[in-house]
């Protein structure tokens, strides 16, 4: 079993930046995919990025590719989410994800096993 908790949601101001944290613990040795997925109000829950065990290959949804950047610390059993030049659009619940093996997709929510509580995160304009 794998437990996800997520920190660092906060309410930002359009362009400032933002951390966001997961701490794994149970079987946080497996999570070879560890990723974070957004949900706004009233849309599907959006891939965001994904991370594989050694950090070495991350992948991001396009509309985040320059300003977010995953990272983790298996020392720590921790993976984050940079999020500079922050954008309005970018206001959602933020999910940390986590899959034993790499999965053949990783861009779904279906794709993955372990889920966060989520963090909000809001961007005001």
């Known amino acids: 079993q794998v437990q996800l908790v997520e920190s660092g949601g906060g309410l930002v101001q359009a362009g400032d930046s933002l951390r966001l944290s997961c701490a794994a613990s149970?079987?946080?040795?497996?999570?070879?995919?560890m990723g974070w997925f957004r949900q706004a109000p009233g849309k599907d829950r959006e891939f965001v990025a994904v991370?594989?065990?050694?950090?070495?290959?991350?992948y991001y949804r396009d509309s985040v590719k320059g300003r977010f950047t995953i990272s983790r610390d298996n020392a720590k059993n921790t993976v984050y989410l940079q999020m500079s030049k922050m954008k309005p659009e970018d206001t959602a619940v933020y999910y940390c994800?986590?899959?034993?093996?790499?999965?053949?997709?990783?861009?779904?929510?279906?794709?993955?096993?372990?889920w966060g509580q989520g963090t909000q995160v809001t961007v005001s304009s």
């Open positions: 994800a986590a899959e034993i093996g790499w999965p053949t997709y990783y861009s779904a929510p279906e794709d993955y096993h372990y």
């Open positions: 149970g079987r946080a040795f497996g999570t070879d995919a």
């Open positions: 991370i594989n065990w050694s950090g070495r290959t991350a």
